[in-house]
């Protein structure tokens, strides 16, 4: 079945930088969602994009649908220690498929 | 308060053993799903469920087995059939199946000896 493919799979950024983290598909999806998994936690509903070319804010955190509904991206600015965790996409198959996620670790 | 709940957090069990995770949620979803997460990988679905009284085999379900009796509640078999079962599982459950936020519950953490 479909998949969902994230890369890269860890991300060590320096805080305050500036980081991507990208969610590729086979096939169009009708939607995709981002999560977070916090170190010793549960995902956490981050945001559904729906439409294509969609982009939505949230803080410090760009997400982005692309134009074909194939893939998507997570853009976040000036990483924070709090933004240590996983952080997974998933779409639909139509049951909900989660990508490997990029695991992010923050350099004080 | 609504929420979707596992029990327990830690399980220990003997291999060999059958074991069953328990999943409530209290949130009226007609979706539940079982996912297993293994240490720096990602969610592995290995059931789910759209309505009461029926269910589907997801990506990794062999050894394992459910029921979904009720709406609120989906438990999960971890039978001595699987390989490997050690490993962090987690429920989650949403309104409709894949076009909505999933939201999870704290996850029960299985150590087989």
């Known amino acids: 079945g479909q998949q969902v493919m994230q890369i890269p799979q860890y991300q060590h950024v320096q805080e305050g930088e500036d980081f991507t983290t990208y969610c590729n598909s086979s096939?169009?999806?009708?939607?995709i969602q981002w999560y977070k998994q916090r170190p010793g936690g549960h995902p956490v509903f981050l945001i559904q994009?729906?439409?294509?070319?969609e982009v939505k804010k949230q803080k410090r955190l760009t997400f982005q649908f692309g134009e074909a509904k194939k893939n998507s991206s997570l853009h976040i600015t000036a990483t924070q220690t709090t933004d240590v965790g996983t952080y997974f996409c998933?779409?639909?198959?139509?049951?909900?498929?989660f990508g490997a996620g990029t695991t992010v670790t923050v350099r004080a | 308060d609504g929420g979707i709940t596992q029990s327990p957090k830690y399980l220990f069990r003997k291999e060999g053993q059958n074991v069953t995770l328990s999943c409530e949620q209290n949130?009226?979803?007609?979706?539940m799903y079982w996912y297993r997460q293994d240490p720096g990988q990602g969610l592995r679905l290995i059931y789910y469920?759209?309505?009461?009284?029926?269910?589907q085999k997801g990506d990794i379900a062999e050894g394992y087995s459910v029921s979904r009796e009720k709406k609120e509640s989906f438990p999960l078999t971890v039978t001595s059939a699987q390989k490997n079962p050690t490993a962090f599982y987690l429920c989650?459950?949403?309104?409709?199946?894949?076009?909505?936020?999933?939201?999870f519950g704290q996850g029960t953490r299985l150590t087989v000896v």
């Open positions: 469920s759209q309505i009461v009284n029926d269910f």
């Open positions: 998933a779409g639909p198959r139509p049951e909900l498929s």
């Open positions: 949130l009226n979803h007609d979706a």
């Open positions: 994009l729906v439409k294509s070319g």
């Open positions: 096939t169009t999806l009708s939607n």
């Open positions: 989650a459950s949403s309104i409709k199946q894949g076009s909505t936020e999933a939201f």
